[in-house]
T-cell receptor, first 115, second 112 residues
Framework: DTGVSQDPRHKITKRGQNVTFRCDPI?????LYWYRQTLGQGPEFLTY????????KSRLLSDRFSAERPKGSFSTLEIQRTEQGDSAMYLC?????????????FGPGTRLTVL | DQQVKQNSPSLSVQEGRISILNCDYT??????FLWYKKYPAEGPTFLIS?????DKNEDGRFTVFLNKSAKHLSLHIVPSQPGDSAVYFC???????????FGTGTQLKVEL
């Protein structure tokens, strides 16, 4: 399978705990995006990387959130001191700059439930 | 500030008929528009896109129409099939690898 993969698919945690999600993009894609989706809404942009550089962060990304893409391949999204309002589907997407394409290809998402 | 709007939360059509999903946007900086389909417990799947220099793009059963002056686009699915039942999201971007701004989605149900 050469699509975008995310791990874990589901995460249940208690309020105040830290969680980390991983995304593996399509191998030749140099751009990687994180989005968050809540019930009844479309995905909302969080941040994006071109190779290992984090180029844009949404104001939705509070200081409890941090994302990395250390070697320009996989990425991690960490949420510290989780709150119930963090419960959502976290989606990762990738795209290729070199092909000039605008389409972003999404992974299956990680569903986070904060109790 | 909802820059991309899908005003119909749901749509029901009969198998074989045409499905028309609508989307409006407010940001004049958007240059590319995309449609995604989403099944429950899966990520969005890219369907079709259109550049602002075009007014129509077709791919098999899917056609997207863009009316730039009205800031409106629509997705036509002909003929509709039961497997098309899903949530459809309209998205827009200024292009160049920028973020996508999504609408709230339309739940399409294709009935036998």
């Amino acid at each position: 399978d050469t699509g975008v993969s995310q791990d874990p698919r589901h995460k249940i945690t208690k309020r105040g705990q830290n969680v980390t999600f991983r995304c593996d993009p399509i191998s030749e894609h140099n751009r990687l995006y994180w989005y968050r989706q809540t019930l009844g809404q479309g995905p909302e942009f969080l941040t994006y990387f071109q190779n290992e550089a984090q180029l844009e962060k949404s104001r939705l990304l509070s200081d409890r959130f941090s994302a990395e893409r250390p070697k320009g391949s996989f990425s991690t999204l960490e949420i510290q001191r989780t709150e119930q309002g963090d419960s959502a589907m976290y989606l990762c997407a990738s795209s290729s700059q070199s092909q000039g394409a605008i389409e972003q290809f999404f992974g299956p998402g990680t569903r986070l439930t904060v109790l | 500030d909802q820059q991309v709007k899908q005003n119909s939360p749901s749509l029901s059509v009969q198998e074989g008929r045409i499905s028309i999903l609508n989307c409006d946007y407010t940001n004049s900086m958007f240059d590319y528009f995309l449609w995604y389909k989403k099944y429950p417990a899966e990520g969005p799947t890219f369907l079709i896109s259109i550049s602002s220099i075009k007014d129509k793009n077709e791919d098999g059963r899917f056609t997207v129409f863009l009316n730039k002056s009205a800031k409106h686009l629509s997705l036509h699915i002909v003929p509709s099939q039961p497997g098309d039942s899903a949530v459809y999201f309209c998205a827009a971007t200024p292009g160049g690898g920028n973020k996508l701004t999504f609408g709230t989605g339309t739940q399409l149900k294709v009935e036998l």
